[in-house]
């Protein structure tokens, strides 16, 4: 799947709505392989006053790359600079019911949702809307748009804050200790995160680890607007 997303030709099908950057469905095929997927270019990325214009695409697959390395909760992510409107992320598209988002599925997959909380603690996640967690068709819970992820300024804004102050479970512990070991290793994952974001910004990124297993809890919500706008 991922050599498919990094060499497959990509056809636009349609203009995803209701999304606050230009957001494309695609058809990304190669021979007789063929899978549908998310294209956010990032000459249509909207410009913000936070985060550097033109990053937000780098910052999709950055979080797809952290992803792997710890809970395994983003569809594959790659960048391609041969898009039809030019470099921008290439995400699996995963079919899935919208009326079904994080405010529906906490009461059946709550346990689940602790992994949710923290990677968005992690990344460092300023937008996570009902709406980026979805379920596939198996009953799997996805999460997705993460170009609003690894300032190095606290800017945690959530719908999750179901598990806030909570002590972390042995679980999550072992996953943050893996990927802190990730984060930590000069040629590995951290090195990774250098050449898609700043080089403080990964920094950043193992110092949240570093954080949340110091703390031994889940964040709690901080500052003026700890959620995102609109809710889902």
Do not use: C
Request: hydrophobic share 45%; glycine share 8%.
């Amino acid at each position: 799947m991922l050599s498919l997303l990094r060499t497959g030709a990509i056809e636009v099908l349609g203009l995803i709505p209701y999304s606050s950057n230009y957001t494309f469905l695609t058809r990304v095929a190669d021979g007789a392989r063929e899978i549908n997927a998310v294209y956010k270019p990032r000459r249509g990325e909207r410009p913000l006053w936070d985060f550097a214009t033109g990053t937000l695409a780098a910052r999709e697959v950055a979080a797809w790359k952290v992803s792997e390395a710890s809970w395994g909760v983003v569809p594959p992510t790659v960048l391609r600079d041969d898009g039809p409107l030019g470099s921008g992320s290439l995400q699996v598209f995963i079919p899935h019911d919208p009326e079904r988002h994080y405010f529906v599925l906490m009461d059946d997959h709550l346990e689940e949702l602790a992994a949710f909380a923290a990677f968005d603690a992690v990344v460092n996640n300023a937008d996570r809307k009902a709406g980026h967690v979805i379920e596939d068709e198996s009953g799997r819970l996805w999460a997705v748009d993460h170009g609003l992820t690894f300032h190095v300024e606290e800017k945690l804004r959530t719908v999750i804050w179901a598990f806030a102050e909570e002590r972390l479970t042995p679980a999550i512990r072992l996953q943050l200790e893996s990927l802190g070991a990730a984060l930590a290793d000069e040629g590995g994952l951290g090195a990774e995160l250098a050449t898609l974001l700043s080089p403080d910004e990964a920094r950043a990124t193992l110092e949240r680890v570093e954080e949340l297993l110091l703390e031994d809890r889940f964040p709690a919500p901080q500052g003026p607007r700890p959620l995102p706008w609109p809710l889902i």
